[in-house]
T-cell receptor
Framework: GQNIDQPTEMTATEGAIVQINCTYQ??????LFWYQQHAGEAPTFLSY????GLEEKGRFSSFLSRSKGYSYLLLKELQMKDSASYLC???????????FGPGTRLSVLP | SQTIHQWPATLVQPVGSPLSLECTVE??????LYWYRQAAGRGLQLLFY??????ISSEVPQNLSASRPQDRQFILSSKKLLLSDSGFYLC???????????FGPGTRLTVT
């Protein structure tokens, strides 16, 4: 079966650092993805991990441990515009199908 | 560069009426194409995906259907809408090899 878990909601302060965790149990694995979705809008791609370790992209970093079925998205120097839902997704072994987690709604407070 | 278009942006339809949502991709060939639905405050539910013209895989049995008449065109249809079909419909594409998905702007459907 396919199961992806994320915290439902998180709150952080402007300028701080926040870590959003994702655990997954899927029948196959061909990459883990993080997306940002502002209310009422389509998801936008943030990061992609296929090998273990940390990928850094400006203020955003994503980490993957395939043996533990675990990833996190790290957001530094939080800004008000970072208030959004963050979706974790896994691509299956055959590479055609993406399974999405329920999303984590992040609120950044002044 | 690649772009993905969806229309209409919003739609209000009565129960029992038909539906046709269209998605087109520009700037790439032979993409994988996907239809998702997102109910209010919920996650993404994969409805259909396609790896080529005329090839459709259905993930959830329901009153919706999908077709891919051309390489970069993906259509979502229904003969009779239900109230439960209301939601935010998203089309997405990816390359055939490893890599991420990119989403269209979405269609917000309200069935009344």
């Amino acid at each position: 079966g396919q199961n992806i878990d994320q915290p439902t909601e998180m709150t952080a302060t402007e300028g701080a650092i926040v870590q959003i965790n994702c655990t997954y149990q899927t029948s196959g694995f061909n990459g883990l993805f993080w997306y940002q979705q502002h209310a009422g809008e389509a998801p936008t791609f943030l990061s992609y991990n296929v090998l273990d370790g940390l990928e850094e992209k400006g203020r955003f970093s994503s980490f993957l441990s395939r043996s533990k079925g675990y990833s996190y998205l790290l957001l530094k120097e939080l800004q008000m515009k970072d208030s959004a839902s963050y979706l974790c997704a896994v691509r299956d072994t055959y590479g055609q199908n993406f399974v999405f987690g329920p999303g984590t709604r992040l609120s950044v407070l002044p | 560069s690649q772009t993905i278009h969806q229309w209409p942006a919003t739609l209000v339809q009565p129960v029992g009426s038909p539906l046709s949502l269209e998605c087109t991709v520009e700037g790439t060939s032979n993409p994988n194409l996907y239809w998702y639905r997102q109910a209010a405050g919920r996650g993404l539910q994969l409805l259909f995906y396609s790896v080529g013209i005329g090839q459709i895989s259905s993930e959830v049995p329901q009153n919706l259907s999908a077709s891919r008449p051309q390489d970069r065109q993906f259509i979502l249809s229904s003969k009779k809408l239900l109230l439960s079909d209301s939601g935010f419909y998203l089309c997405a594409w990816s390359v055939q090899g490893p890599g991420e998905q990119y989403f269209g702007p979405g269609t917000r459907l309200t069935v009344t």
